[in-house]
């Protein structure tokens, strides 16, 4: 074996492990990302879990779940709209929020503020709601 052909062979191992680094790499990276998407959905975890402060919201007549999910996240209800709107598309409650005005806890789950909102039954008076 003469001397190109060593270094080609050495060139060409080195490759194929830098190569082999950047698969290992990019597979953790997305398991990574995949379970911990995986984890907020399934979770449920509440943005407060002790002493959680109340807030009024006012959803109306034809809002998507993305609007209602923007605006729980806007008055820091929940910490990922898109999150929601996951857990809202795999829950019971899928397609049956209400419109009304509503008062929620930071302290409450996202499953327990559709449970509230599917219901129809408004908590608070409407002469009292924040936007």
Same mark, same amino acid.
């Given at each position: 074996?003469?001397?190109?052909?060593?270094?080609?062979?050495? !060139?060409?191992?080195?490759?194929?492990? /830098?190569?082999?680094? !950047? $698969?290992?790499? /990019?597979?953790?990276? =997305?398991?990574? @990302?995949?379970?911990?998407? @995986?984890?907020?959905?399934?979770?449920? /975890?509440?943005?407060?879990?002790?002493?959680?402060?109340?807030?009024?919201?006012? $959803? &109306?007549?034809? %809002?998507? +779940?993305?609007?209602?999910?923007?605006? =729980?996240?806007?008055?820091? =209800?929940?910490?990922?709209?898109?999150?929601?709107? !996951?857990?809202?598309?795999?829950?019971?409650?899928?397609?049956?929020?209400?419109? @009304? #005005?509503?008062?929620?806890? +930071?302290?409450? #789950?996202?499953?327990?503020?559709?449970?509230?909102?599917?219901? @129809? %039954? &408004?908590? $608070? %008076?409407?002469?009292?709601?924040?936007?």
């Amino acid at each position: 074996m003469n001397s190109k052909q060593f270094l080609g062979t050495i !060139v060409g191992t080195i490759v194929r492990i /830098v190569v082999a680094a !950047v $698969i290992i790499y /990019v597979v953790f990276r =997305l398991s990574v @990302g995949a379970y911990n998407f @995986g984890y907020q959905i399934f979770a449920d /975890v509440p943005v407060d879990a002790e002493n959680g402060r109340m807030v009024n919201i006012v $959803i &109306t007549e034809g %809002e998507s +779940t993305k609007e209602i999910a923007e605006a =729980l996240e806007k008055k820091g =209800l929940i910490n990922d709209a898109g999150i929601f709107v !996951v857990q809202e598309k795999l829950s019971e409650y899928k397609d049956m929020i209400k419109p @009304g #005005s509503y008062q929620l806890s +930071t302290s409450m #789950s996202a499953v327990e503020m559709l449970s509230i909102m599917s219901s @129809g %039954e &408004t908590n $608070i %008076e409407t002469d009292t709601v924040e936007e």
